[in-house]
T-cell receptor, first 116, second 114 residues
């Protein structure tokens, strides 16, 4: 059982370039999230999705777009990368249907992105 | 606005000692308080969690102490081991049973030295 898988693991972009981060989960979870982690700032929510075809803004959504065309996948896009988007990006998922884990976030291993 | 304040930023503890990490929150609507453990190059993983209706929860060497009136909670790691060296995040969330609106603390990097 792979859990939450993120690709790529590392990426270097030049300012203005675009890219898409892919998150896939095999736990049939309804909810999926994208966080960014920066030193001294913890994890901050970028966007989230409560189901296939639905997305919503989190705490720091500017400069990012997301899509959830399939239940198991959640894509994070950067249309025009900026140095301020240099960060480690984590995808997470959760489910409301399992009483044992319905408040637990399951995280992927992260994508380290550098924007030059 | 940082709704969950965590301290210290870093901590060095001798093997066998007690590690203590503190967090404070502001929003009384939070109803679930998890701690996540993160090893280098990995994503955070849930370690232990508590609800505000209890004052303490213990799982092995890990204990959460919760003070609802002071809006504070802390993680205690007893008999700390080198394998406990990691970054620890406290968090507070609301939305029980459904979508979890989670606010994380800024993290504490723990180093346990032999």
């Amino acid at each position: 059982n792979a859990g939450v898988t993120q690709t790529p693991k590392f990426r270097v972009l030049k300012t203005g370039q675009s890219m898409t981060l892919l998150c896939a989960q095999d736990m049939n979870h309804e909810y999926m999230y994208w966080y960014r982690q920066d030193p001294g700032m913890g994890l901050r929510l970028i966007h989230y999705s409560v189901g296939e075809g639905t997305t919503a803004k989190g705490e720091v959504p500017d400069g990012y777009n997301v899509s959830r065309l399939k239940k198991q996948n959640f894509l994070l896009g950067l249309e025009s990368a900026a140095p301020s988007q240099t960060s480690v990006y984590f995808c997470a998922s959760s489910t409301p249907t399992d009483p044992a884990t319905n408040e637990k976030l399951f995280f992927g291993s992260g994508t380290q992105l550098s924007v030059l | 606005q940082q709704q969950v304040k965590q301290s210290p930023q870093s901590l060095i503890v001798q093997k066998g000692g007690i590690s203590i990490i503190n967090c404070a929150y502001e929003n009384t609507a939070f109803d679930y308080f998890p701690w996540y453990q993160q090893f280098p190059g990995k994503g955070p993983a849930l370690l232990i969690a508590i609800r505000p209706d209890v004052s303490e929860k213990k799982e092995g060497r890990f204990t959460i102490s919760f003070n609802k009136s002071a809006k504070q909670f802390s993680l205690h790691i007893m008999d700390s081991q080198p394998g406990d060296s990691a970054t620890y995040f406290c968090a507070a969330s609301m939305g029980s049973g459904g979508y979890q609106k989670v606010t994380f603390g800024t993290g504490t990097k723990l180093q346990v030295i032999p």
